[in-house]
Structure formats: C-alpha cells, structure tokens
C-alpha cells in the first residue's frame, strides 16, 4: 500500500497477522498442509479482536495515520482574489491504495465454457471500475504459463490496457504437488512426484 507520504508500505508486514495469533509462518504451514480453512478457522477467528477491547478504534487511528492526508482547495477568480461562497465539487481520480481482485485468465480471453456470455460481459465492464489491481489465479504460475502462454499473454494485456496494475505469482513453490512447477523441473530437484493427468 501506499501511504500519504508517497512510500509503500506492506499490508500485514508484522510477524503478527491481520487475524489475530496466526502468523505467517502458521499460515504458510497450513498451506502446505493443505489444510489452510482449518487453521485459520481454527486458530485465527476466535482471536479476532482479542488483543484489545477496542480494536476498531485502533484501525480507525491507523487508518487516519496511513490512509489519509490533508486537502486544502483555494478557490479564486481570474484575477487571483478569493471567491467567497463557492461550490466545490471534488472527484477521486484515481486511488492509490490498491483494491485488487483475483482474474481467471480463461474468463478474460472468452475460453471459460462456465461462465455466460452475460456474466463474462459483466465482469469485463465492473472489474475495471471497482478494482485497480488483480492478480490471475494460475496462469502466471510457472507450470501453467508455460502450457498457455497465448491465453496468459491476451488476458495480460486486457488487464493493462484497463489500467490494472498486475500482481504475478512466485516461480518456486514450497510443495511439488501444488501443480505450479513444470514437472521437468521437479523431476531436475531430484524430488519423487506423480506425472500425469496434468499432476507433478
């Protein structure tokens, strides 16, 4: 995020994490257990809120610390002098704290037979105009941008040309069985895995 002072700042930096005792490295263990739902059921919502009483205060605070900042709009005629009285209408052009969504690349490019026309034509016109950031659920993944590039490279390009700024995914990941690294590439770790069916 970026705060008012121009520098960026990331969300939930601290060892702590936003849902109370569970820390990124819980997290991160959870995921590779695959069993993330259960930790964060588990071990995070029933602590929310638990290290104070008034922690809606508290994110408020930060929030004026962080998110806002001081305007002052001077309104004066063509000579300079102050106009007393006048009305002002001020208009967001665009925000710089990233709201961001998870894209399906197949959606974008019109190759996702479970979508309707319709619901597709909707996401095409409301992602741009709620959203300034997104992040594609798989197609960057190493593994499958390698088996699709045509669709990861098209529905990059509708996501820039609307403005969007794009998160990408990591190259390497924790565990072979996510499906996210080529499986020339886990064979080359010297890691035992299953081929087939699009599997590790």
Not at 57 to 86: K, M, W
Not at 130 to 152: M, Y
């Amino acid at each position: 995020m970026t705060n008012q002072n121009g520098k960026h700042e990331r969300a939930g930096s601290s060892e702590q994490g936003a849902l109370g005792t569970v820390t990124r490295r819980d997290y991160l263990r959870a995921v590779g257990g695959g069993s993330a739902i259960g930790a964060l059921t588990t071990a995070g919502v029933g602590t929310v809120g638990a290290q104070s009483d008034d922690w809606e205060a508290e994110a408020n605070e930060r929030i004026a610390e962080h998110r806002q900042g001081s305007l002052e709009v001077q309104v004066v005629d063509e000579s300079g002098q102050p106009v007393s009285g006048a009305d002002v209408d001020v208009e967001m052009r665009e925000h710089e704290f990233g709201w961001g969504t998870a894209l399906s690349a197949s959606t974008i490019t019109g190759d996702d037979d479970d979508i309707s026309a319709e619901d597709r034509q909707q996401l095409l016109e409301y992602v741009p105009e709620l959203f300034n950031t997104g992040v594609f659920g798989n197609i960057h993944k190493w593994r499958f941008f390698e088996n699709d590039q045509d669709v990861a490279d098209e529905a990059t390009a509708w996501a820039v040309e609307q403005g969007l700024r794009m998160r990408g995914h990591v190259c390497l990941w924790g565990n072979v069985d996510a499906w996210a690294v080529p499986g020339d590439v886990v064979d080359a770790m010297g890691v035992e895995h299953e081929s087939g069916d699009g599997n590790p």
